[in-house]
């Protein structure tokens, strides 16, 4: 099984006011689950890992231990945090190393085959929706 995990971190103001979202879709494409979450005020940066966390958790809750036994390929618009978590470029701000190491013990514990892709802002849309839905629910 093939599963793609769209997520997105925002800030308005670096630190400022800042949500994550996440969506799963299925093999043929389909939206499967969503997942937003208000931050507070953190940096962009922290927001963005803090999505890729809550799309894990969030797959975790929809797929249990079959998580083991399927490819998930987690689709963001932030290069930075993506080549940090591909083991390009090393985790040098010390705010997002706490960030970094949570989702490193969810990818040991329960999602083995899981790839990290960079995509145009213009592709994250529906990610991007749900973490400006929790910026301004809050």
């Known amino acids: 099984m093939n599963i ?11 630190p400022g006011i800042s949500g994550a979202g996440a969506v799963i879709f299925d093999e043929q494409n389909n939206e499967m689950r969503t997942t937003s979450k208000f931050l507070g005020k953190k940096t962009n940066n922290w927001a963005e890992y803090e999505a890729v966390i809550i ?7 929809v797929f249990g231990d079959k998580t083991k036994e399927t490819n998930f390929e987690i689709k963001m618009d932030s290069q930075l945090v993506q080549r940090q978590l591909k083991g ?5 701000e010390e705010s997002l190393k706490e960030q970094f190491l949570r989702i490193h013990n969810l990818i040991v514990k329960y999602f083995p085959n899981i790839k990290f892709t ?11 929706e749900l973490a400006n839905e929790a910026m301004d629910d809050n």
């Not at 995509?119 to 849309?125: F, S």
């Open 55 to 61: 799309g894990l958790e969030l797959a975790y809750k």
């Open 118 to 128: 960079h995509i145009p802002r213009e592709e994250n849309k529906r990610a991007d």
């Open 4 to 14: 793609k995990i769209f997520t997105d971190g925002g800030s308005r103001g670096n």
């Open 88 to 92: 390009e470029y090393r985790v040098k």
